[in-house]
C-alpha cells in the first residue's frame, strides 16, 4: 500500500470555518509557564467574566457548527470558575475539552470538573516549559510526569475522559517522536491521543513591511516573533512523518487539513491505528475516516473531534467496515497472523489511538502566511471567528497583519 502523503491517499477532513468539529476558547491568557515559542501573552488580569465567555459561545452557536471546545488560554485552571465554564460549554451540547499544563490539577479538582461534565484533557508537557521540578528533563523523562498525569486521569475519571498529550516539536527534540508514540502504545488503555505541533516563530528578517489596513504596524511587539533564532522555524508534517517511520516503517495517516496557500501542505495530519501495547495491527484508511465524519454529521449535525473512550475500547468492531477500507483490511489480515505470532496481542483487547501532527503558520517570503484550511482552533474576538493562534493581531490592531516585501 502506498505511503505517498497527497489528496489522493489521504481524505480531505471537511471541517471548515461554519462547520467545523472544534472551537476554541479562551477564559484567560494568564498563566503560570513559560512555554518555548507561546503565541499568547502572559496577562495577569486577564480573566474573562462569565457573561463574556457566555456571549463568546453564542457567536460560536450563531456562526458555528462544532463538536468540542477547547478550553484553553493562558492556562484555562487558574480561572476560579474553571468549573462554571466547563459547564456553560456542556449546556450548549458540545464536549469540554480542557488545554492545560496541568501544573494545578489536583485529583479534588479533577472530581469537581468531572462533576461539571469535563469530557476530556489535553496536555501540554515537553522539554521547552522551563516546568518547576522538570527543568532540563528531555521528553522521555517527561514520560513519568505524563504517566503521572494519565494514571490520575484514568482513575478518577474511570476511564471515561478523553487523555490526548500535546508537544511542541523543535529541531532539538523532533528525534523523540517515535519513542513517544511507542510511550503512548505502552498506554493503550490510558493514552488516547498524541499530538505533535510543530514548532514556529516570526522571524523579523527585514524582508517584510507589516500593516494592518493601510497603517504600517510593528509584529516584533508580539509574543510569537523574535529578532533572530537560530533553530529551524519551518519543520513540516512530512518531516515529522518521516521521524515516525523510523520506529513505525508502516505509519500512514489517513486524513488532512490543507494549507491556505499551499494545497500540498499537510496543516493537519490525523493518523488512525488499531492495536494495544503488544502489537500495532496497522492504520485505518482515508474511507474509515470518510465513513466516521460523514456519519457522525449525518446523526447529530457535527463533525466528530473526540471519540466517546467507550468506542475507542472495541477496536475488533472497526472490522465491520473491512469493505470499504484498505486500511482495516491490512489491520484485519496482519490480526489474524498475530494468532501464531503474537498470540498475547491476538487475544488482548484491541484499541484506537489517534496521532495528529499539526503544521502551524508558515510564512513565505513573498509575505503570504499559509495558514490551516478549515481551521479547529477558531476562537473568538469582537463577535468575530478569528484564528487562535494570530488572536494578538486582533488584540493590538484589531485586524491580521500583511506581510508586505520590501522592494
Ligand atoms: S490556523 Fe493557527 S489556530 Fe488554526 S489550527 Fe492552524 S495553527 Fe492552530
Redesign the pocket.
Known amino acids: 500500500m502506498t505511503k505517498e502523503l497527497n489528496v489522493k491517499n489521504l481524505y480531505r477532513l471537511p471541517w471548515n470555518l461554519a462547520d467545523n468539529s472544534i472551537s476554541?476558547l479562551e477564559p484567560t491568557s494568564k498563566c503560570n509557564l513559560y512555554c518555548d515559542g507561546c503565541y499568547r501573552e502572559n496577562r495577569v488580569n486577564s480573566h474573562k467574566t462569565l457573561d463574556e465567555i457566555a456571549h463568546e459561545l453564542d457567536v460560536f452557536e450563531k456562526y458555528r457548527r462544532t463538536d468540542g471546545v477547547s478550553i484553553a488560554g493562558g492556562e484555562p485552571l487558574l480561572h476560579p470558575d474553571i468549573c462554571e465554564i466547563v459547564r456553560m460549554v456542556r449546556q450548549k451540547g458540545w464536549k469540554p475539552v480542557i488545554n492545560t499544563n496541568a501544573i494545578t490539577l489536583t485529583e479534588e479538582l479533577l472530581k469537581k470538573l468531572v462533576e461539571a461534565g469535563v469530557d476530556g484533557f489535553t496536555f501540554h508537557i515537553d522539554s521547552g516549559q522551563q516546568r518547576p521540578n522538570w527543568k532540563g528533563k528531555n521528553e522521555i523523562e517527561l514520560n513519568e510526569l505524563r504517566l503521572q498525569i494519565a494514571n490520575m486521569l484514568h482513575k478518577i475519571g474511570k476511564g471515561k475522559l478523553s487523555c490526548s498529550f500535546n508537544l511542541t516539536v523543535y529541531p532539538e527534540n523532533i528525534h523523540y517522536i517515535p519513542q513517544l508514540t511507542q510511550f503512548a502504545q505502552e498506554h493503550f488503555d490510558k493514552i488516547h491521543v498524541m499530538v505533535f505541533i510543530l514548532y514556529r516563530m516570526g522571524i523579523i528578517n527585514g524582508l517584510h513591511d507589516t500593516f494592518v489596513g493601510n497603517k504600517q504596524v510593528y509584529w516584533d511587539e508580539l509574543s510569537y516573533t523574535k529578532e533572530i533564532d537560530d533553530r529551524r522555524v519551518n519543520i513540516n508534517s512530512f518531516e515529522a512523518v518521516e521521524e515516525m517511520r523510523k520506529l513505525y516503517p508502516d505509519f500512514m495517516p489517513c486524513a488532512f487539513l490543507n494549507g491556505t496557500e499551499d494545497a500540498g501542505s499537510m496543516?493537519?495530519l490525523l493518523t488512525g491505528r488499531l492495536g494495544n501495547k503488544y502489537q500495532i495491527f496497522g492504520y485505518v484508511g482515508q474511507k474509515f475516516m470518510e465513513i466516521v465524519q460523514t456519519t457522525k454529521h449525518l446523526t447529530t449535525g457535527s463533525y466528530l473531534a473526540y471519540s466517546k473512550t467507550k468506542w475507542l475500547k472495541r477496536g475488533r468492531l472497526y472490522f465491520l467496515l473491512a469493505p470499504f477500507d484498505k486500511g482495516i483490511r491490512t489491520i484485519m489480515k496482519n490480526y489474524f497472523k498475530s494468532l501464531f505470532t503474537n498470540p498475547k496481542a491476538f487475544f488482548s483487547r484491541i484499541r484506537f489511538q489517534s496521532i495528529m501532527i499539526?503544521q502551524?503558520?508558515d510564512v513565505y517570503d513573498n509575505g503570504r502566511i499559509n495558514?490551516?484550511d478549515g481551521?479547529?482552533?477558531?476562537s473568538v474576538w469582537n463577535d468575530k471567528l478569528v484564528?487562535?493562534?494570530?488572536m494578538e493581531e486582533q488584540m493590538r490592531w484589531g485586524d491580521n497583519v500583511n506581510l508586505v516585501p520590501r522592494k
Open positions: 476554541w496543516k493537519w499539526i502551524p503558520a495558514m490551516c481551521c479547529p482552533d477558531i484564528w487562535s493562534c494570530r
